[in-house]
C-alpha cells in the first residue's frame, strides 16, 4: 500500500472521530445546555465535512496512489472546515481550537517540510483571525479586553501558545519523522546491500568449482586439437582448428586470470597500468573473446598521462559490458575512456535496441537478462564492481540509437 494512502486513512479516522463528537456536542449545548449558537449554520457546516469525510473514505481505497499534494490538500480542508466551526462556536475562546494542530503534527510526520511550514501558516493565520473575528459564545469566553479595548493577556498568551507550539511541530516533528524515514531507508539499502553480497558470494562459489571441473575437459580438448592438427586437411579447416586452439588457450587463460583474480583481492593487489596501455590490453583482449566484432576506442587526453590501478574485476566488467553490446549489435560498438566530474567513465556503446525503464531499473539485479540467451549476471557483476570502487553503473540512451553504458569510478580510488 502507498505510505500517503495509509496515512489518508488514519486522517479519515481521526476526522470522522472528530466530526462525531462536535456533533455530540452541538446537540448536546442545544438541547442540555440552551446555549445561543447558529445550530443550523453548524449542523450544515458539519454534515459538509461529513460528506467530505465519506469521499476521503472512498478515494483511500481506490487503486491509484495518493500524492503529497492530495494528502496536503485533505489537510487544509481539515484545518480550514474546522477553523468555520470555531467560527460559528466561539472563535479562539473554543476549547477545540487546539485541533488545529493536530494536521499539522500529521504534515510534520508524513509530508515534506514544505508542506509542513506552508499548513502551519494556515492554521496559525486561521489561530490569529478567530482570536478577534467570530460568534461570540458567552459560557467559554473569559474577559477578552481590558482597559482601552486591548486583548488580556490570557488572550494573548494563548496565541503566543499556540504560535511556539506549530513552530515546534513544524520543526522538531518534522526532524524526528525524517530522521526515521532516513533511518528505514538506510535499513532498506543494507538489507539490498546484504542480498547482493549473498548472490555474488554464490556466484563466486559457483565459478570457483567450475573453474576447477573446466580444467579437465579443457586439457582433454587441447590434446584432441594438437593431434588433429597433425593430420593433413584443407587450408579452411586448417583455419578452423588455429581458431579453435586460440579460443581454448583463451579459455585456458580466463581460468588462470580467475585464480589469479581471486588470490590478488584476498591479498588486496592491484595492478598498476599507464592508461593508454590499460586500453590497448583492453582491446587486445576482446579481439580474442570476439573476432568478429570490431572495437572502436578512444581515450581522453586528460588521461593519457596518468596511471590506473585496478584489479582484475575492473576488466572482466569492462569486457562483460562489451559483450552485452555485442550481443545486441556489433555495429559502431565504442569504448571511451574519459574523465568528468571527479570520476573515470568507461563508456561502452552500441547500437542496439536499448532498454526499457523498467530494464534500466533492474540492472544492479542477478539473473535478470534482457537477453533471450543472457544468464543476467554481466550487468549485475559490472555493478557489484563499481559499488566496490564506490561508483556507479549507469544507463542512456546513445544518441541515434541504442545504450550507452557508463562504468563510473572515482579517480581517488584508481589512480595511485
Not at 73 to 89: N, P, Q
Not at 230 to 247: I, N, S
Not at 342 to 350: K, L, P, Q, R, Y
Amino acid at each position: 500500500m502507498n505510505p500517503n494512502t495509509a496515512n489518508l486513512r488514519g486522517l479519515c479516522l481521526i476526522r470522522s472521530l472528530v466530526i462525531a463528537s462536535q456533533f455530540g456536542a452541538v446537540f448536546y449545548a442545544e438541547g442540555q445546555l440552551g446555549w445561543m449558537l447558529p445550530y443550523v449554520t453548524l449542523k450544515l457546516l458539519l454534515s459538509a465535512l461529513s460528506g467530505f469525510a465519506v469521499f476521503s473514505w472512498w478515494r483511500s481505497y481506490q487503486s491509484w496512489p495518493v500524492t503529497d499534494v492530495e494528502l496536503f490538500i485533505h489537510l487544509c480542508v481539515d484545518t480550514l472546515g474546522f477553523s468555520a466551526v470555531l467560527y460559528f462556536s466561539g472563535g479562539a475562546n473554543n476549547p477545540f481550537i487546539s485541533y488545529l494542530l493536530v494536521p499539522l503534527c500529521i504534515s510534520a510526520a508524513t509530508l515534506p517540510w514544505a508542506y509542513t511550514w506552508l499548513l502551519g501558516a494556515i492554521g496559525f493565520g486561521a489561530y490569529s483571525l478567530l482570536l478577534f473575528n467570530f460568534i461570540p459564545l458567552e459560557a467559554v469566553a473569559p474577559n477578552q479586553h481590558q482597559h482601552g479595548g486591548a486583548p488580556n493577556t490570557h488572550i494573548l498568551g494563548m496565541w503566543a501558545n499556540f504560535l511556539v507550539s506549530t513552530v515546534l511541530i513544524t520543526y522538531f516533528v518534522f526532524k524526528m519523522a525524517h530522521s526515521l524515514r532516513q533511518r528505514e531507508a538506510e535499513l532498506a539499502s543494507s538489507r539490498e546491500h546484504r542480498l547482493q553480497d549473498e548472490q555474488l558470494l554464490a556466484v563466486a562459489s559457483l565459478a570457483a568449482g567450475t573453474a576447477h571441473e573446466l580444467g579437465t575437459p579443457l586439457s582433454t580438448m587441447k590434446v584432441v586439437l594438437e593431434d588433429l592438427t597433425e593430420q593433413d586437411f584443407d587450408a579452411e579447416t586448417r583455419t578452423d582448428l588455429a581458431t579453435l586452439g586460440q579460443q581454448l588457450d583463451h579459455c585456458r587463460d580466463i581460468l588462470t586470470n580467475l585464480v589469479s583474480t581471486a588470490r590478488d583481492l584476498s591479498a588486496d593487489n592491484t595492478v598498476t597500468t599507464p592508461a593508454p596501455q590499460y586500453l590497448a590490453l583492453l582491446q587486445e583482449r576482446w579481439q580474442v573473446l570476439r573476432p568478429d566484432c570490431d572495437l572502436h576506442s578512444s581515450l581522453s587526453p586528460a588521461l593519457c598521462k596518468i596511471t590506473l590501478k585496478l584489479d582484475g574485476t575492473v576488466s572482466q566488467a569492462i569486457l562483460n559490458l562489451l559483450s552485452n553490446g555485442a550481443d545486441t549489435s556489433t555495429d559502431e560498438l565504442r569504448l571511451d575512456v574519459l574523465e568528468q566530474d571527479h570520476c573515470i567513465i568507461f563508456a561502452i556503446s552500441d547500437r542496439g535496441p536499448g532498454l526499457s525503464a523498467e530494464q534500466a531499473a533492474m540492472m544492479s539485479k542477478a539473473f535478470v537478462s534482457s537477453k533471450g540467451k543472457g544468464r543476467g549476471l554481466g550487468l549485475f557483476l559490472s555493478n557489484a564492481t563499481a559499488i566496490r570502487y564506490g561508483g556507479e553503473l549507469r544507463w542512456r540512451r546513445r544518441a541515434g540509437g541504442g545504450s550507452r553504458v557508463e562504468l563510473c569510478l572515482p579517480i581517488a580510488k584508481v589512480c595511485p
